[in-house]
């Protein structure tokens, strides 16, 4: 038998093979940590230019100043580190303009647009930026020792002055049940089955919700019906055909007060739809009144309109200074049909309610909006 032979050792082959491939796998684990930075530093950056969108849309909304708003921004940038240093933006890095909702229903900002309602921001780290490129730790091994990441955010507004027009008429003082558009209770206290007493709840509502926003919208409240005069035990009632009875304020007990009053004293006349929105208008140009917030009024009625110019002329001049109209009708014997057009002349909403809660689900829907959304 012959002796075996020694195998011949791998150890040199296996160095060589460690030898040859050491430098590639340090290149990877270079890159692979480069990698890991840039999609970290991509991410720092996204929630800085977030905040400071957010930030100059929420000063922009209380403050009503661009200069302020600008100011904002920069200032909320500065407290967010992008690759351990403060994001820095520049005055031209915030855009101010209008954000308007497309067919597919995504938002579009349009800058120097008008009526201002949006903050864009650009997050830059780039070799032009104040704060310039970001290094990599490894980026020489490949010939590129930076990256510049590029973040965009807009911030939209929808808060709001909001005038709600309210029908004080004689048929208000009818119940909740009654199908007539006649005369009802007028004089004070009102019961509480009278379509006044679930307007009364609604209008409670849609203050309660809207309390759950930020920042605060602001509210007018506008009654009418007709030049009239009630007589009741406790004294004669007179009324104007329209009249604010609480200019834009974002005390919201005023308004509810106001409504309380009407309860106690009482309503009475006929039913001006038109005049009460000409008056609407009026309030909504009052003297507390926001250039930069979106305008909305509520328009609503119990009956048919049979006083004074039609309604649909103050709805024109309202759509032609970008104000929305939403129409709410109570009760069967409402004008559908003249209400609904009103609402469509300004691009707004026509809503029915039949009952006590249909009301107040009406009013609150109209209500929950969101006054600052990231939407680009």
């Known amino acids: 038998m012959l002796p075996s032979q020694p195998k011949p050792s791998r150890r040199g082959a296996v160095m060589v093979l460690v030898a040859v491939l050491l430098p590639v796998f340090a290149l990877m684990a270079a890159f692979a940590i480069d990698v890991a930075w840039m999609q ?38 500065l407290r967010n580190p992008v690759a351990g240093q403060p994001l820095q933006i520049n005055d031209a890095d915030v855009q101010f303009g209008l954000s308007t909702e497309n067919a597919a229903g995504r938002f579009v900002f349009a800058n120097g647009g008008d009526p201002i309602n ?8 780039t070799a032009g930026s104040a704060a310039g490129p970001v290094n990599l730790f490894f980026g020489g091994l490949l010939g590129v ?27 208000m003082g009818l119940r909740e049940t009654d199908r007539g558009t006649g005369n009802g209770q007028n004089c004070g206290p009102l019961r509480l089955n009278t379509r006044f007493a679930a307007l009364n709840l609604a209008v409670a509502a849609f203050m309660a919700e809207l309390d759950l926003t930020f920042p605060n919208e602001q509210v007018a409240l ?15 009632l007179n009324f104007d055909v329209a009249d604010t009875r609480v200019a834009l304020t ?8 106001e409504m309380d009053a009407f309860m106690q004293n009482g309503i009475g006349g006929s039913t001006a739809i038109g005049e009460g929105l000409a008056e609407g208008l009026r309030a ?93």
């Open 145 to 171: 020792n930076t990256f510049q990441p590029v973040s965009t955010a807009t911030s939209t507004m929808l808060d709001r002055d909001i005038v709600l027009v309210i029908d004080r008429s004689g048929s």
């Open 118 to 125: 949006a903050v864009h921001v650009d997050g830059l780290r």
């Open 40 to 77: 970290l530093v991509r991410t720092e950056l996204r929630t800085a230019t977030d905040a400071a969108a957010r930030a100059g849309a929420k000063t922009l909304s209380m403050r009503q100043n661009v200069a302020v708003a600008r100011a904002a921004a920069r200032d909320a940038a």
């Open 250 to 257: 974002d005390n919201y007990a005023a308004v509810t007060g």
């Open 284 to 376: 909504m140009n009052g003297p507390n009144a926001r250039p930069f917030a979106l305008k909305t009024i509520v328009l609503m009625t119990d009956g048919l309109h049979n006083s004074g110019f039609e309604p649909i002329i103050p709805a024109r001049t309202a759509a032609s200074n970008d104000i929305t109209v939403h129409t709410v009708t109570f009760s069967p014997g409402a004008d559908q049909a003249r209400m609904r057009a009103v609402a469509a002349a300004t691009g707004g909403r026509h809503f029915h309610a039949d009952t006590t809660a249909d009301l107040s689900a009406v009013f609150r829907e109209i209500a929950r909006t969101l006054p600052v959304l990231l939407t680009e």
């Open 222 to 236: 506008v009654s009418y019906s007709s030049r009239n005069r009630v007589s009741c035990r406790g004294g004669n």
